[in-house]
């Protein structure tokens, strides 16, 4: 039975869905409010807990009428997973009387054991509760399994391997790669082969590429794909944000590297596997701390740039950037001499 429904199969009154894996969280809800649609609850509100959200208005919304004489799905989206002692309360009071025709659905971004308490015990018991833990490496290559085959798609044990190798343990990044793969070879079994061309050809440009080829320190394939990205119409501002959150990656690492702190538990942190990893420790052997932090402070001053803040080519600049990432002791005479 699906999960938001209760044992009765009536849509639970309240539904909490919450977890570190944005894929699962964001699929479950989809199928709370897919069945609240089913089901005649037309109208949605959608509260987002913010600093100084008003808590006395969320709970005075369960008892106004709708305007259409409605079922109501009232969506309250809680970033840090904790609604502090006045939005628990509110929760916890909708749970001991649900309002009529009303359905509240909970999403929270962040999940742990510390984030339990009376409120999360009430939902329980009025509703349904669904938690996404992080998925371990090893169920991974079922879940891309189960994933290609609802795209009418099988593969090898071998290329489910590389699959997960690529996604390096991103669920969002895998769901992208299975729905390009469906589009490519619909109805297709994926052998090693069939795979690795088929990941090519649909990601010769993408910015995850220009990075991992710059930090891979291949300069000359990282300038190939940001002129691909730059024909295929994208902007400068577009592709700074995953680069600098690479460079602070390797930021990080450089400087835990320069502690003698160990490694792995930053690449576990941050879900990074097999080549991925051992590009990024290619990476370190290259530069330290303060080389990866003036490259950071680059991107930023490049951001400036190619939105009108300064003079200069805003691409000449990136293709500078990215060859100082590939081969940093080249920074020096690549960057410009003033910002």
Known sequence: MDAAHSNSGALAPVQLVAGSEPLLVLEAADAIRAA????????????????????????ASFGALSLFANRRLIELRLPTGKPGKEGGAAITAFCDDPAPDTVL??????????????????????GRVQVFWPMKPGDLPGWLSNRLRRAGLTATPEALALLGERVEGNLLAAAQEVDKLALLAPGARLDVDTLERLVADSARFDVFGLAEAALAGDGQRALRVLAGLRAEGEQ???????????????????????????????FQQNRIFGPRQAALKRALRRAGPNLWEALLAEVGQLDALAKGRGQGDAWVRLERLLLGIAEPRRWAELAPCSA
Do not use: C, M
Not at 38 to 59: C, I, K, L, P, Q
Not at 105 to 126: F, M, N, T, Y
Not at 238 to 258: C, F, H, K, N, Y
């Open 105 to 126: 659905l909970i999403v929270a971004q962040e999940w742990s054991r510390q984030h339990e308490g009376a409120w999360s015990r009430a939902v329980e018991k009025a």
């Open 236 to 266: 400068v501002p577009a592709l700074l944000p995953w680069l600098a959150s690479q460079l602070a990656l390797v930021g990080e690492l450089a400087r835990a590297d320069a502690a003698r702190r160990p490694l792995d538990a930053l």
């Open 36 to 59: 609240a649609r089913a089901a005649g609850y037309v109208e949605r509100e959608v509260h987002d807990v913010a600093t100084s959200f008003d808590w006395n208005g969320f709970e």
